[in-house]
Nanobody, 123 residues
C-alpha cells in the first residue's frame, strides 16, 4: 500500500497550492479519504475528509471557504486545493485512508498514511 503526497512548497500568504495524494495497493474507491496536518510543535490535526463516492465532504472550521477536498476514483488520487493560505496553515500535510471511517476526524480511524508533504506559508 502506498500513499504519496505531492504539491507542497513555499508560498506567500494569500497564495494557493494544490496537494495531490496518489494511492496504490488497495481499492481506493472503498476508502474514506482525509487530509491531516501537523504544524511545528503541534499535534496532528484533522483538515478535511471526503466520502468514498466523493459526494460528501467535511472540513475543520479554520479552512472552510478556503480549502477544497476532492478525489478522482478513476485515477486513485486525492486532492486538496488550498486557497487564501495563512501563516497558520504552515504544516506537514498527510493524506490518510480509512476502510471503516465515515467522515471521521480521528486519526485512529484511518489505516493507511502517506509520508507527508511540507507546506510553508510566508509573510
Amino acid at each position: 500500500v502506498y500513499l504519496v503526497e505531492s504539491g507542497g512548497g513555499l508560498v506567500q500568504a494569500g497564495g494557493s497550492l494544490r496537494l495531490s495524494c496518489a494511492a496504490s495497493g488497495f481499492t481506493f474507491s472503498y476508502y474514506e479519504m482525509a487530509w491531516f496536518r501537523q504544524g511545528p510543535g503541534k499535534e496532528r490535526e484533522f483538515v478535511a475528509t471526503i466520502s468514498r463516492s466523493g459526494d460528501l465532504t467535511t472540513s475543520v472550521d479554520s479552512v472552510k471557504g478556503r480549502f477544497i477536498i476532492s478525489r478522482d476514483n478513476a485515477k486513485n488520487t486525492l486532492f486538496l486545493q488550498m486557497n487564501s493560505l495563512r501563516l497558520e496553515d504552515t504544516a506537514v500535510y498527510y493524506c490518510a485512508a480509512g476502510a471503516r471511517a465515515i467522515r471521521s476526524r480521528t486519526p485512529d480511524e484511518y489505516t493507511y498514511w502517506g509520508q507527508g508533504t511540507q507546506v510553508t506559508v510566508s509573510s
